[in-house]
């Protein structure tokens, strides 16, 4: 049977330990990078070594990236290939998940084996050997691990009986399909319906958390640490069974870029020959002969050094990375301005030569239109429950069985975006209303509240300003309007927030807008149209309107002031009807928003950067 899954969609949302439901009844959990690697090799082993080349899927032009997640390097997902000389009949191995199935004429429940065997069939006489179902329930914990609802339990309220001989039966009832009108049968006559087994502390008496972690395979089950959590169930299908953690760096072209691919191709082909040499030479000179011979005099140290780097598995990784240095690179590359190379064309609207409208002029300080982007998104874990990421460690324990995670699953995408870094000068100044100040301060005590509360003791506080949040609504807000003047949908637009700590708030003050999808060639030039001077005053206009009034004031404003609205409760004045946007499409899961920072509230318009420019005289109000 042919499951076919789109390589992007094996990041997100198909990621490595989620359930896709295939037709026919179907459900397979995707397995560990270590799983991909051994299922590689099974394949190349039974086949013609020659007849493969997995290096043609290695990603390594991202080093900033691997060393922010602590990897070597990233591979993008092969593609399925049934016709061709190279890379063919490479999959992506998954494991059966739920383990508890049941028959659809019999009844009987069955727990299955975790395998990548074929379909589970009913083994009693009277059926045929019929195909059975998954259970469409399952049980997690916040720190990320599944297993199977311990029906046996549930139906015996409390312990599991020892000896062998009980049966349970799977009877879905013939009521309003609730949980209440299925009901599980043993048969030592006792039975439980399902009702209640969602609540949120309904398994505290019977089973925690045995920390199973099925999508590596048989042993990440039989050797399990028992987490002790607590446990959830939750249909498999929820949105909050899993959240997938991707990590995405802009590619900043470099003067070394050539050499680099050069070094690059040239390891990957003479790899064997290389390490031979390195094991036999002390003091690098046979290794520096043999680049010599095809690099030349003139480059031959530097490709020594890269060489020796790939040779010993640091590539990129000769000092931490942290997610502020990270941005800032790429901060400080886009305002560089102009821009053109192979992977990355920018270019910046002369204010001198083109006339901006008084709204850009006074909230941006500059524009970039960058035609042509390239970005990595790599896997870097995933959270059940509620959309956490975690500390780097965690999400690397719940990926591998104990082994070293040298690569990590990815993509690399083309597009365009509109970079904007708002009015440095004005925003500071706006910054020191105390009316401002204080509304920022209660929504970051809100949010970090509500996030030490699941992180526990180890949540390390995060701070934030008026800025992040005016920053952060101001983007979804621009993006709900370009897509109705460029054509994209709201889905395939992105935000990338560039915003400094508050202890360093002239940092960074900007964000990005674009789109990137899987074509070499990137897209049509649509959204960077709409950055020119002539379109995105208008744009700008529109956005500032379309925060003063919500569909839903006076309750979304009046909400968002009161108590918060939103995830946790942590958003302001920002619901569906005005700032929210895809979860694909926003970095912070739509939490962190507030409308009264663009344009304040009724009775306090200063709060509203932009309403107060207009106070201080800078902009024309159109009210």
């Known amino acids: 049977m042919k499951r076919k899954i789109r390589r992007g969609q094996l990041l997100a949302p198909f990621g490595i330990g989620q359930m896709v439901n295939f037709p026919g009844d179907e459900s397979l959990m995707i397995c560990g990078p270590e799983q991909w690697s051994s299922f590689f090799s099974d394949i190349i082993k039974q086949s013609n070594p020659d007849a493969y080349d997995l290096l043609e899927f290695f990603i390594e032009d991202e080093p ?10 990233f591979m993008s997902p092969p593609p399925f290939i049934e016709r061709g000389e190279k890379n063919r009949w490479l999959k992506i191995p998954a494991v059966r998940f739920p383990q508890w199935y049941y028959c659809p ?28 179902i998954p259970l469409r329930f399952v049980a997690v914990c916040e720190a990320g691990h599944i297993q199977d609802v311990p029906l046996m339990e549930w139906v015996h309220r409390g312990q599991a009986p020892e000896d062998e001989d009980h049966r349970l039966y799977y009877n879905a009832g013939k009521g309003s399909g609730d949980l209440a009108s299925i009901r599980i049968y043993c048969s030592c006559k006792q039975s439980r319906s399902l009702a209640g087994i969602m609540g949120q502390n309904t398994l505290d008496n019977i089973q925690s958390c045995q920390g199973h972690r099925p ?7 039989r050797n399990s640490h028992h987490c002790g959590r607590p446990l959830r169930v939750l249909i498999r299908g929820a949105s909050n069974v899993y959240f997938p953690v991707i990590k995405s760096a802009l590619y900043l072209p470099s003067g070394s870029d ?22 036999h030479d002390n003091d690098g000179a046979f290794l520096r002969v043999l680049i010599k011979t095809h690099f030349g005099d003139e480059n031959s140290e530097n490709v020594y050094q890269g060489i ?24 400080d590359y886009i305002m560089l301005g102009e821009r053109s190379t192979k992977d990355y064309k920018s270019s910046v609207p002369s204010r001198s030569q083109y006339k901006w409208g008084e709204y850009t002029e006074n909230v941006f300080d500059q524009i970039v239109l960058i035609e042509k982007l390239k970005e990595t998104r790599a896997f870097a874990g995933f959270s059940r429950i509620f959309p956490v990421e975690g500390t780097l460690q965690d999400r690397k324990n719940l990926l591998t069985k104990g082994a070293d995670l040298t690569w990590l699953p990815a993509v690399q995408v083309y597009g365009e975006g509109i970079f904007f870094k708002l009015n440095e000068k004005l925003l500071l100044s706006w910054l020191e209303v105390p009316e401002v100040r204080e509304r920022a301060q209660s929504l970051t005590k809100r949010y970090n509240s509500a996030i030490e509360q699941r992180r526990g003791a180890a949540y390390e506080y995060r701070p934030l300003d008026a800025r992040f949040f005016l920053i952060h609504t101001l983007a979804h807000l621009m993006i709900n309007r370009l897509c109705f003047n460029c054509g994209y949908g709201s889905s395939s637009l992105r935000e990338r927030i560039y915003c400094s700590p508050p202890e360093n708030p002239s940092l960074m003050n900007g964000f990005l807008i674009y789109t990137s999808s899987g074509d070499s060639e990137g ?3 649509g959204l960077v ?53 895809p979860e694909t499409s926003c970095e912070e899961f739509n939490m962190l928003l507030d409308r009264a920072f663009v344009t304040g509230k009724e009775e306090q318009p200063e709060l509203g950067f932009v309403s107060w420019l207009e106070d201080q005289g800078h902009i024309n109000s159109d009210r």
């Open 308 to 331: 020796r780097r790939r040779l010993e598995g640091n590539m990129g990784q000769e000092e931490d990375v942290t997610e502020q240095g990270f941005r800032k690179e790429e901060y």
């Open 523 to 525: 897209s049509l030039g």
């Open 105 to 132: 004429k019999c009844k009987t429940l069955k727990k299955t084996e975790l395998t990548h065997g074929e379909f589970p069939l009913c083994s009693t006489d009277s059926c045929k050997r019929m195909k059975l």
């Open 258 to 279: 050539e050499i680099d691919n050069k070094i690059n191709q040239f390891f990957n082909k003479h790899e064997k020959e290389i390490r031979t040499l390195d094991s």
């Open 529 to 581: 149209r709409q950055g020119r001077p002539e379109n995105l005053e208008n744009i700008l206009r529109e956005s500032v309107e379309d925060s003063r009034w919500c569909s839903a004031d006076p309750v979304c404003m009046e909400v968002g002031s009161a108590g918060g609205q939103g995830p946790d409760s942590v958003n302001g004045a920002a619901c569906h009807n005005c700032a929210v946007i």
């Open 215 to 221: 999508w590596l395979g048989i042993e990440g089950i």
């Open 64 to 73: 900033r990236l691997a060393s922010l997640l602590g990897v070597k390097f």
